[in-house]
């Protein structure tokens, strides 16, 4: 097994770790406080090739395998988790889905301007009332007799929302109960009838525009289906395997600026007399941060490893998913520790740190369903 990366990996890294110096870190406590990332952010990305990671370059996409584009988000995860999550959503999720399900008109429509940064997408499947159980999501889609589609239900939670300019959008499309009945469609945001709401107060991703959708009479032409009617179900649980690798890289991030804080913090830090790095108990904080951090790292890799080998992924981007979000946790509480009473002001990296990896540990599958996953495939027996 080798681990080293290849030049163009080491080339793409680097190249992520600069833009996040460059464009990220200064302004990471003012958007935080503002509860706003600069939008200009998004053709940055575009312009860097970030958007189009893994997507062929026939529809602008920069090409590139699964493992680079895990470098460049937990690059972007290290530097601020508000700006991972654009990339994670509108390429990890709506761009790479329509990639494997669109049809070639819907490939030629909309991948083109989300690589560039020159639209964005959304993921539409959370809803207020169901949460993790996405089989049993309510949002209606009732086929007309011109063909059209009418669309009606509402949305919770849903990152990029308002700035979207596309909606990947699971609905209902016929009265077949669980998960059968769900088919996938492609709404443009700016379609009558869809409102969105910004979501306030958040605990942490505060620059993130997560926002909820409501869909009053939305008519949309049969062209917005993606893939089968019926197969909707299919199409986003195969998006979220994938997307949980891009979650656990950006948690890897999260852990690793934790690190990275804790020791340039105890290096300078003093007490009784002398530096705290030279205490006990402060080496045991900062070595526990590391052991979590290659951890998370190795199981991500493995994943990206997997698909870029056309093999199966879905359990290991589980396990993946769930030690790397519970580690960054882990990293983030240990490094506060370190900091002390500074770690609780925003003036510092710290506090910010454990704000944005709570929520790692409940979206794109909970903790707790990401075991559930793992039981699954280890015993053969749903709990579901």
Request: no cysteine.
């Given at each position: 097994m080798n681990l080293e990366l290849s030049e163009e990996q080491g080339a793409v890294r680097q190249l992520a770790e600069d833009f996040v110096a460059r464009e990220i870190t200064p302004h990471v406590v003012e958007w935080d406080r503002a509860e706003s990332v600069d939008k200009s952010i998004v053709k940055k990305l575009g312009a860097l090739g970030f958007l189009g990671l893994t997507i062929p370059e026939e529809y602008g996409g920069s090409g590139g395998d699964h493992l680079a584009y895990c470098l460049v988000t937990e690059e972007l995860g290290r530097g601020d988790s508000s700006v991972r999550g654009i990339v994670s959503v509108s390429l990890g999720l709506v761009a790479k889905t329509i990639a494997s399900w669109g049809s070639e008109e819907q490939r030629q429509q909309w991948l083109p301007k989300l690589t560039a940064g020159e639209a964005i997408g959304c993921f539409g499947l959370t809803e207020p009332g169901t949460g993790s159980d996405a089989g049993n999501l309510t949002t209606r889609a009732v086929r007309e007799s011109g063909g059209d589609y009418v669309i009606n239900g509402s949305k919770m939670f849903i990152t990029n929302g308002t700035w979207a300019d596309v909606?990947?959008?699971f609905a209902r499309t016929n009265d077949t109960p669980g998960h059968r009945g769900i088919s996938a469609f492609l709404v443009p945001a700016d379609t009558p009838g869809l409102t969105r709401r910004t979501v306030h107060g958040k605990l942490g991703l505060r620059g993130q525009a997560t926002a909820e959708l409501v869909l009053e009479d939305v008519r949309v032409p049969a062209s917005t289906l993606m893939g089968p009617e019926g197969k909707g179900?299919?199409?986003?649980m195969?998006?979220?395997a994938k997307g949980r690798m891009s979650v656990a890289a950006g948690c890897v991030g999260i852990a690793q600026a934790a690190?990275?804080?804790a020791v340039r913090y105890a290096g300078e830090r003093e007490q009784f007399g002398k530096s705290i790095a030279s205490y006990?108990?402060?080496q045991e904080l900062i070595s526990d941060i590391s052991v979590d951090v290659d951890a998370a790292r190795m199981l991500t890799w493995r994943v990206a490893d997997l698909i870029d080998?056309?093999?199966d992924f879905a359990t290991?981007?589980?396990?993946a998913k769930l030690f790397a979000s519970e580690?960054?946790?882990r990293a983030a509480n240990n490094a506060l520790q370190v900091f002390g009473g500074y770690g609780y002001i925003d003036e510092y990296p710290v506090g910010k740190l454990v704000r944005d990896a709570r929520v790692m540990t409940l979206y794109e599958g909970t903790s707790q369903i990401q075991k559930l996953i793992i039981g699954r495939a280890l015993t053969g027996v749903s709990a579901f």
């Open positions: 909606v990947l959008l179900f299919s199409i986003a195969s998006a979220l690190l990275d804080a006990q108990l402060v080998r056309g093999q290991a981007a589980s396990t580690a960054a946790v």
